[in-house]
């Protein structure tokens, strides 16, 4: 460990010394934050707000320009009240990361409760994944910054990986679901779930690079398609005709 300008100790590796976690954000505060989101008739609580104008501010001007100030003027707050939720921009900008990806594991939850078959129940989410995408382009450069510093930095990555294993989770068990009940051949759940992941945070990046050559939502519905088909069971071939003569 080796200690940084404002004694911040970090770790050497690969990719350069990595900042370690800068502090906890407070996760009941992104919960509250999620549970507002997902409720139509909730409130508009201040810190979703706080989230919703960090995600536009770090997208039009990047982390390392952005301001505290800027995102107090954008969520029309105090610069102690966001100080009051935030006690510094890495704690805010962790707090971003599991509130985005928090929005989509909590609809990935509401899928799996839902009735109908595994097949149906995974297109829809994805569909619905794809068209959320396409609805947050201007925050793609977010997105960018979300990866680029979850290299570098172990808070950021923590907190990625914590909703990412969450994911994984849930997508297994609804896939796990779907063999037990014979809707799928035998495979490795998480196997089948890191793949799904994969393929969609893909599409995301190159949407943001190259939007024409992947148009959201109908390349995602293909893409997991193609990988749901591969997990039909079917019946065995009908051997009987080819016996000896």
């Not at 939720?85 to 939850?109: I, N, W």
């Not at 943001?208 to 519905?221: C, K, R, T, Y």
Request: glycine letters at 10%.
């Amino acid at each position: 460990m080796t200690p940084t300008r404002d004694g911040e100790e970090t770790r050497s590796g690969l990719a350069g010394d990595l900042p370690d976690a800068v502090g906890p954000v407070d996760e009941a505060i992104v919960e509250a934050a999620l549970a507002d989101a997902s409720s139509p008739d909730g409130p508009h609580s201040k810190v979703r707000r706080i989230l919703d104008a960090a995600a536009a501010v770090f997208a039009r001007r990047g982390f390392n320009e952005a301001r505290m100030d800027d995102v107090a003027v954008e969520a029309g707050v105090s610069k102690g009240g966001l100080y009051l939720h935030f006690p510094s921009k890495d704690a805010l900008f962790d707090g971003l990361v599991g509130y985005l990806v928090g929005l989509e594991t909590r609809r990935l939850a509401v899928a799996r409760a839902a009735e109908g078959s595994v097949v149906d129940r995974l297109t829809g989410f994805f569909h619905e994944y794809a068209k959320d995408m396409l609805s947050m382009a201007k925050f793609y450069p977010i997105i960018m910054e979300i990866y680029s510093r979850a290299y570098r930095h172990a808070s950021v990555r923590g907190v990625l990986k914590r909703y990412i294993d969450l994911y994984v989770r849930e997508l297994a068990a609804l896939i796990r679901e779907g063999i037990e009940d014979g809707e799928f051949r035998p495979v490795d759940p998480e196997d089948v779930a890191l793949q799904l992941i994969s393929l969609l945070e893909g599409l995301a990046l190159l949407t943001g690079i190259d939007p024409e050559n992947a148009p959201l939502p109908d390349v995602a519905d293909r893409g997991v398609r193609l990988v749901l088909d591969g997990l039909l069971a079917r019946p065995a071939p009908d051997r009987s005709s080819g016996g000896e003569s």
